[in-house]
Structures are given as structure tokens and as C-alpha cells.
């Protein structure tokens, strides 16, 4: 897989082909056409892996009503667009930003996505931008709209920095929309029908126009409503590609009626996995199709794969001391830690997994692999895990390089150890770490990992993860095992 081979300055974020590879451009040097999004999770199938991101939840009011959206403010138990637990001003979101860039170094994208529109409430949202911009230049900023007023805020975005907008188009024929949308309050008027579906429809065709004619990466989301607008959304495909979008997410329907949605207390079904797949196989083209997507909550916290807003409430966050630019330093080093392992060579598929390998042992640094679901202690059992916490450990700090996701090797109490795919997924995971620490480690496994070159360690479940692999550390370091030699402190190349 190639991949940049520099982190981005903070004016700039792209990843753009040449004939050596590919290589960063500033953002005011890029044109649209084969640019592809270097740390974005929700624009890379790549990032989303390694890199994490944050909405701050600072735009409660929305210009248009969706059939399918039904916006709450103090919710914690949906997992879906609109839904926040907590409503924040501008000086909250900067806080819980800065809080959040601190105990979660891969954060590399601050987006504002609701719970409303962003440009129905544009003072709160550009304060919040501006701020970061200046307390966090090194964040990626994105913005999710609906698109009624990105038109005469398209200018203002781009002075503020922002590097990626997402546009949510669902049609582009007025009929269509008029299903979807029963409303839109634009220049003081409440329209409906398809009136207010066509005004919506051309200021969006606008705005993304516009942002691109400026050098913004427009994502494209589209909500696929069966019978409504399935059979549309190739169209709507081809016309966002010709004025400049570089990907199109679409996303099945969401319509519960405990969610309190139009389409969900009227029966509208949602999509099936063949039909989504169906839409998605019909509009491939030259824009990229993104699949990855989780639908989020607009206070989402986190890597795309495991929400952690709960831990980010602002009682929480006022209660955090923050160091900015130790912070700011800590997630640069850890962008770096993660380019240098996107750019050794993929392996063959057919590589042999396990065989002996020398663990990571550099000077006197030791790499291990900790299992954790609360990344305070080690708490994790090795078959439930989907997530491993790589720390590069010395005499004088613990330090937290990157997190590799893999398959979950346990899926109950009796399919536990007949997915032989996921143990050598995870085995390849950890291929430069010595040991790997969990609460729990079962016995196919434990022999799996020691035949690979990695120690298991289960003697200190329920421990904090610092206390213990300082422990670890220390009794390398009593046995010999650190012992410097030059066979084995040579940086393993895997």
C-alpha cells in the first residue's frame, strides 16, 4: 500500500499520485481530479483504520426537515446521525477538542456535523473554527451539511481552513425530493413540495460547485429509501462526479420507530444488505465509493469502529488538565510512528504466519501489545479483543505509538477458537511487538502466539496499563532479556 511519506503542515492534508508513489501537496496546489484524502477516517479506507476523529456537537437548529431525521439533544443510548448526549458552545467544544486531542493521540479530524445544520447556525460554528484553527493547527478541520446554505458560506469555510466538506444530496429531481423533504426555511420562507426540493437542489449543486472550483475534497452522502429514491441515486452519482466530488458515501435508511423519524413511524422499510450493495455496484465510476461508513452520532468520539464520547462528557473534561502543545507534539509523533508502518512493503498473501521472529527491541525499548476496552487497564480478554494498543516502552517513559485493529477471534461462549483467519490476522498484527498483555489469554492462542516469537501475559489483569507495562519492563530488564547486543537491539524490519 503506498502512503505519504511526510505528515501534512497544517495548512495541508492531500495525497496526491505521481510516478514515485505518493506524495503531499498543499492544499491551495490541489486540484480535485485523483486527489485522494491522506488522514481523514471517513474519507480513506486506510485512515479509518489508524486514525481517529471528533464531532463537536455546536449546531442545534437545521433549516430543512428530512423524513428520516429527528434530531435529539440530550440522548446517549442511539447510535445514529442527529443524536448528541450534551449541546456545547464555542469555549466547550475548543475544551473538550484540546481534551480529546490529549488522551487520544491518532485524533486527526475535528468536524462539526450537527445535531442540526452547521450553516443554520453559522456564529457558534465559525467561532468554534476559528478557535481551533489557532489552539490546533495541526487537526484537520471537516464540516457535514445539508447544503441549503453552503452557497454564501462557501468562501468562509475556505478561509477558515477547512479541508474537507461533506454535502448530503439525496436526489436531484424535485418529484423525488418532495418525498423526502415536507420542508425547507429559506430567506425567511417556509417552502414545501417540490419547490422547496428544487431551491434545495440547486443550492446544493452550487455549493459543491463552488467548493471545489477551490480546491475542497466534497464527500457526497446519500441516504438510499427503497421505492423512493433507489432506482435515482446513479443520477445523482453522475452529476456530483462531473462538478467535482471525489467520494460518494451511500448509506442505508434508518428508520426505527422508536427513533420518532417520519419514515419510522409510517413503515417505511429500511434497505437490505443486497440492495445496498446493489446501489452502491450501479454507481461505480471514477468517484470513489466510500463503505466504511458508521453513521454517526453527531458528538462522535473516537475511531469510526468504537465510540468513546461517553468518556468526554464536559463535567469530565472540566475536570482534565490539559497541555496543549505537549499534547499537540504527542499526536504528531504518533501520525509519524503510524506513516513509517503504512510505509513498509505489504507482505504476500501467502507469507507463512507463524514462524519465530525477534521481538521489537530497540536500544532499550521494548514494543508490546496490550489488550484493553477501557485503554486504562488491562481488561481485556485476547478472543474478545478488536483493537491492540502498541506502546513502545523505556526506563523513563510509556509510550502509546499507534492502535491496529483486527478481527475478533471469540464471538461467545462456543464459537470461541474456529476462526484460524482471525488468530493469524492478529499474530501478523503484532509481528514487531515481544509480548502482548491481556486479562486473559486462551490456550490455542497462548501456544499460537509463543510459536510467533510473542510471550503472552496474563499476570496482570485489571492492572494500569502504565503500572504494568513498566513491570514488564522491569523484569526484561532484571532477567537480561535487555541486555545490549547487537543482534538484538537491531530494529526488526517485518
Not at 435529539?72 to 450534551?86: D, I, L, M, T, W
Not at 452529476?239 to 442505508?252: D, F, Q, T, Y
Request: charged share 20%; glycine share 8%; net charge negative.
Amino acid at each position: 500500500m503506498a502512503v505519504a511519506r511526510l505528515l501534512p503542515p497544517p495548512d495541508s492534508g492531500w495525497l496526491t499520485h505521481d510516478s514515485g508513489g505518493i506524495q503531499m501537496e498543499p492544499t491551495h496546489q490541489l486540484s480535485t481530479t485523483g486527489a485522494t484524502p491522506a488522514l481523514h477516517p471517513c474519507y480513506s479506507p486506510d485512515a479509518h483504520r489508524h486514525f481517529a476523529r471528533l464531532h463537536l456537537a455546536v449546531a442545534p437548529k437545521c433549516n430543512i426537515q428530512c423524513h428520516y431525521c429527528n434530531r435529539k439533544y440530550h440522548c446517549s443510548n442511539e447510535s445514529r446521525p442527529g443524536v448528541v448526549a450534551e449541546l456545547l458552545n464555542p469555549e466547550q467544544a475548543v475544551k473538550k477538542a484540546l481534551a480529546v486531542g490529549a488522551v487520544i493521540p491518532h485524533l486527526a479530524v475535528v468536524g462539526i456535523a450537527g445535531p442540526g445544520d452547521p450553516l443554520a447556525n453559522p456564529e457558534p460554528v465559525f467561532a468554534t473554527l476559528r478557535e481551533l484553527h489557532t489552539q490546533a493547527p495541526d487537526l484537520l478541520l471537516c464540516l457535514s451539511t445539508n447544503g441549503l446554505a453552503l452557497p454564501e458560506h462557501a468562501e468562509a469555510l475556505v478561509d477558515q481552513g477547512i479541508h474537507h466538506v461533506t454535502i448530503t444530496i439525496n436526489c436531484v429531481d424535485p418529484a423525488i425530493g418532495a418525498q423526502i423533504y415536507p420542508w425547507i426555511v429559506w430567506q425567511g420562507r417556509r417552502l414545501r413540495g417540490q419547490e422547496a426540493a428544487a431551491t434545495l437542489i440547486s443550492q446544493q449543486l452550487r455549493g459543491l460547485e463552488l467548493l471545489t472550483a477551490r480546491g475542497v475534497q466534497v464527500k457526497i452522502n446519500s441516504v438510499l429509501i427503497p421505492g423512493i429514491n433507489d432506482a435515482h441515486l446513479p443520477e445523482v452519482n453522475r452529476i456530483v462526479r462531473e462538478k467535482g466530488a471525489i467520494l460518494h458515501n451511500i448509506m442505508p435508511l434508518i428508520a426505527r420507530a422508536e427513533h420518532g423519524t417520519h419514515f419510522g413511524v409510517t413503515g417505511q422499510r429500511e434497505p437490505s444488505d443486497e440492495e445496498l450493495a446493489a446501489v452502491r455496484a450501479a454507481c461505480e465510476s471514477n468517484i470513489g465509493m466510500m463503505s466504511h461508513c458508521q453513521q454517526c452520532r453527531a458528538d462522535a468520539t473516537g475511531m469510526l469502529s468504537v465510540d468513546r464520547s461517553g468518556e468526554f462528557s464536559m463535567a469530565k473534561v472540566e475536570a482534565m488538565t490539559i497541555d496543549p502543545q505537549v499534547a499537540m507534539a504527542k499526536r504528531e509523533a504518533v501520525r509519524a510512528a503510524i506513516v513509517r508502518r503504512l510505509e513498509q512493503p505489504s507482505q504476500p498473501a501467502s507469507r507463512p504466519v507463524v514462524v519465530p521472529m525477534r521481538p521489537q527491541v530497540t536500544g532499550r525499548t521494548l514494543r508490546m501489545a496490550v489488550g484493553s476496552l477501557n485503554n486504562q487497564t488491562i481488561d481485556a480478554h485476547f478472543g474478545h479483543l478488536r483493537e491492540l494498543l502498541i506502546y513502545d516502552v523505556s526506563a523513563s517513559e510509556t509510550r502509546l505509538i499507534e492502535r491496529r485493529e483486527i478481527a475478533r477471534y471469540c464471538h461467545g461462549a462456543t464459537t470461541c477458537g474456529d476462526s484460524e483467519a482471525a488468530l493469524e490476522g492478529a499474530i501478523r498484527a503484532l509481528h514487531d511487538c515481544a509480548l502482548l498483555l491481556c486479562s486473559r489469554v486462551g490456550f490455542t492462542p497462548w501456544r499460537a502466539l509463543e510459536n510467533a516469537g510473542i510471550e503472552p501475559n496474563s499476570e496482570h489483569g485489571g492492572e494500569l496499563i502504565n503500572d504494568a507495562l513498566q513491570a514488564v519492563y522491569l523484569e526484561w530488564r532484571a532477567s537480561g532479556r535487555l541486555a545490549e547486543s547487537p543482534r538484538l537491539n537491531q530494529t526488526m524490519s517485518a
